[in-house]
Each structure stands twice: as C-alpha cells, then as structure tokens.
C-alpha cells in the first residue's frame, strides 16, 4: 500500500514534466492529459492492494474466487470500454471507467478475502521486523516487475514521445483488448502451478504427465476460439 502511495505520488508530481517536455503534447489536449496523469497515480494507488488480496486468494489455493473475479473484472472493464468508444468517447472516459472498475474490485477481492480469513484484522501498522522479511525477497521482486513493466510499456512510451499524444489511442486500446485476452489463459494456467509442484515434489510423474497433457488440451480448446 505505501508503495501504491509514493508512486501515486510520483506520477501526479511529474505530470507538469512529463507533459510539457517528454511526451508531444499539444496545447489544446494539455488539460485532458492533466487529468489522465491523475487518474493514472489513483489506479497505480489502487492496484497494490489489489495484487495483496489477489495473492491472498492464490496463496490459500482458491483459484476458484480467484479466476472468478478476475475473468468477470476483465471482461466487465473491456465491454464498457467498447461501448464507451462505440459512443464516441475520449481517453479521459476510459481511464476514469478503469478506476472506477479498480476501486470496485479492490472492494471486492477484500470483501472475498475477509471472508476467507474471518479472523483476520485487517489494519494499518508497521512491523520493522516483518518488513525487515518482506523487503529482502520483495526489494528483488519489485525491481523484476519493474523491469518487466518498463519493457512491456516501452512501445508506448516511444509513441508518446516521438508521435503527437492523440496517435496513441489508436495503439493503446487495442493492444490492450487483445491483452486482456490472455487472461484467460493466465488465469487457467495460475491453477495448475500448485498442483504440478505437489506432484513433483512426490515423484508421482505418471500424474505430473497427464496433468500436463489434460490441461494443455483444455487451455488450446478454450484458447483457440479467441
């Protein structure tokens, strides 16, 4: 959560930078821009949380809650999207659809996590000894997704920059329904990790082989049509 606050906090304190000197920006669609960087920080702030609770669901093997939501989130934000465009509106519409849809999912998946944990408070605290344990493993896992987030962004952070900001729509949103897709299979496949490690680690690799072949017939089926 503290690290959804401080890049929140980055991003709208750059927004005035970014807009006026890296990305081409023209004058007429400055303001808009404005509001979409702070739209941005609220959805990075957001999705911290999120990730929490959806880890919480993984990690005590309910794939079921799990899949679930996050099929119905995905699914939900891509046809209003559509419909949203269909109508005729711009970027600023999109991005506010996509923090409304992270703060209901946010309360969603902490709802379905307190429901799994009934005895569980949740509270805001610092523990420098369980941080001490979190930022050992976390410190690196941190720099991997940011890496691998400045990969996966950097096609359009070129086009922001090197072509006027309004070319970039017309890349964004379909590169991101055609992303979201692969849901599907992430969230399939999400489930079956578990249960190959605990067939591995009991040698049993008759079973770990015909996991292996049931599901990849059952993700080509699913995956296909799309």
């Known amino acids: 959560a503290m690290v959804g606050i401080m ?5 709208a304190g750059l927004n005035g930078f970014l807009i006026s000197k890296v990305f081409k920006i023209t004058i007429e669609l400055r303001d808009v ?3 979409v960087f702070y739209i941005t920080a ?3 702030m957001v999705s911290m949380p999120i990730n929490i609770f959806q880890s919480v669901t993984m990690g005590l093997k309910r794939f079921d809650i799990y899949n679930t939501l996050n099929v119905l989130f995905t699914a939900l934000q891509l046809a209003v999207i559509v419909v949203l465009l269909y109508l005729g509106f711009y970027l600023s519409a999109i991005f506010f659809w996509n923090a409304v849809i992270a703060f209901v999912e946010l309360a969603v998946f902490a709802k379905a996590v307190k429901g799994l944990l009934p005895l569980i408070k949740f509270q805001i605290g610092f523990d420098f000894a369980i941080f001490k344990k979190l930022f050992n493993f976390g410190s690196k896992m941190a720099i991997h997704n940011a890496c691998s ?6 096609d359009k952070i070129l086009i922001g920059i ?8 017309f ?3 379909p590169y991101n329904l055609a992303q979201r897709l692969q849901t599907v299979a992430l969230s399939f496949s999400q489930a079956i990790f578990p249960e190959a490690s ?6 049993k690799e008759s079973s770990l082989k015909e996991l292996y072949y049931r599901s990849t017939k059952y993700l080509v089926t699913i995956l296909f049509p799309l």
């Open 7 to 11: 890049g929140a906090i980055l991003i």
């Open 33 to 35: 821009s404005y509001w």
């Open 42 to 44: 609220f959805i990075f």
């Open 149 to 154: 987030t400045a990969i996966v962004s950097l």
């Open 162 to 169: 090197f072509l006027p900001i309004n070319f970039l729509p």
């Open 171 to 173: 890349y964004v949103v």
């Open 198 to 203: 605990g067939l591995h680690s009991l040698n």
